[in-house]
């Protein structure tokens, strides 16, 4: 479960980074958000596209 955790965390980093984010930088709830976007990916290259967007809707307070 660690390593699962761990894997999303750099997923969401690595979006980040090729987003120009440097999460570094960043307030938490950005990095937060940068790494619940990476869970989310992770998600859909499941093919869980429900659960891509229960990730989504928790991280950004249900907006989308």
């Known amino acids: 479960m ?14 980040a980074s090729l987003s120009g984010v440097d999460l570094a930088r960043a307030r938490p709830a950005t990095v937060r958000t940068w790494e619940a976007r990476g869970l989310a990916l992770q998600a859909l290259a499941r093919g869980d596209m429900a659960e891509a967007q229960r990730v989504m809707a928790h ?6």
């Open 2 to 15: 660690a390593e699962l955790l761990q894997d999303h965390r750099l997923t969401g980093r690595e979006l």
């Open 59 to 64: 991280a950004t307070g249900g907006a989308r």
